[in-house]
T-cell receptor
C-alpha cells in the first residue's frame, strides 16, 4: 500500500511568485488536509478537502488556495509569496473527515 | 476552540531512563488526542491515539499515554529511552465527528527529546 506522497521535496521561490505543491493521498482515502509548519513550530491547519470540496479552512489568507481531484490527490497553491511563507508544507490524507490522518514527508518551501 | 500546550520545548534524558513528555489540551467537545513523532527533515509519524476507548493507550516503539479528563492531560511516556527515540514530538487534538472543526488537527509547539548515552 502506497503512503502519502508529496512533490516536490524542496522548492526555492522569490517574493511575489506563485507556487503549486502536490499531494497524492493514500489509497482509499477521500480526505486531504494541508498544514504549514514554520521552523521551530507545530503544524498549522491550512484547509481540508473532502470529496473535491473545501471542507474547512484555518486562519490563512485567500492567496492560499487548493484543489482536490477525482482521484483525491490535491494541490496547494500560494500566490504572491511572502518571506514568511517559508516553511515545511505537510499534506495528510484520511479515510474520512474525522479519522486518523496520515502524513506525507512534506515540501520544504524557501522564499527569498 | 481547541488548543494544546506542551510543557517543555526541550527534554533531555539518559539512555535507559524514563521518558515523560507533557501535553495539556482544551476542547469544547470530547476530543480525539494524538502523539506524533517527527525525525529531522521528515513528515509526521503517528505514535498513538486516544479515541475514547481505554484511557491508557499503547503505541509503537514502546510509548504509551494516559488520557486524564480531570486534568485535561495526555502525557506521553516510555519506561526506558533509546538513542533512536531522539526526535521532536507533537501532541495534537481534534474534535470527534459532529463537531465544527472538520476534524482538523490542532498541534502543540513540539518537544525536542535528546537522549544521552
Amino acid at each position: 500500500e502506497t503512503g502519502v506522497t508529496q512533490s516536490p521535496t524542496h522548492l526555492i521561490k522569490t517574493r511575489g511568485q506563485q507556487v503549486t505543491l502536490r499531494c497524492s493521498s493514500q489509497s482509499g482515502h477521500n480526505t486531504v488536509s494541508w498544514y504549514q509548519q514554520a521552523l521551530g513550530q507545530g503544524p498549522q491547519f491550512i484547509f481540508q478537502y473532502y470529496r473535491e470540496e473545501e471542507n474547512g479552512r484555518g486562519n490563512f489568507p485567500p492567496r492560499f488556495s487548493g484543489l482536490q481531484f477525482p482521484n483525491y490527490s490535491s494541490e496547494l497553491n500560494v500566490n504572491a509569496l511572502e518571506l514568511d511563507d517559508s516553511a515545511l508544507y505537510l499534506c495528510a490524507s484520511s479515510p474520512g473527515t474525522y479519522n486518523e490522518q496520515f502524513f506525507g514527508p512534506g515540501t520544504r518551501l524557501t522564499v527569498l | 476552540a481547541q488548543s494544546v500546550t506542551q510543557l517543555g520545548s526541550h527534554v533531555s534524558v539518559s539512555e535507559g531512563a524514563l521518558v515523560l513528555l507533557r501535553c495539556n489540551y482544551s476542547s469544547s467537545v470530547p476530543p480525539y488526542l494524538f502523539w506524533y513523532v517527527q525525525y529531522p527533515n521528515q513528515g509526521l509519524q503517528l505514535l498513538l491515539k486516544y479515541t475514547s476507548a481505554a484511557t491508557l493507550v499503547k503505541g509503537i516503539n514502546g510509548f504509551e499515554a494516559e488520557f486524564k479528563k480531570s486534568e485535561t492531560s495526555f502525557h506521553l511516556t516510555k519506561p526506558s529511552a533509546h538513542m533512536s527515540d531522539a526526535a521532536e514530538y507533537f501532541c495534537a487534538v481534534s474534535e470527534r465527528a459532529g463537531g465544527t472543526s472538520y476534524g482538523k488537527l490542532t498541534f502543540g509547539q513540539g518537544t525536542i527529546l535528546t537522549v544521552h548515552p
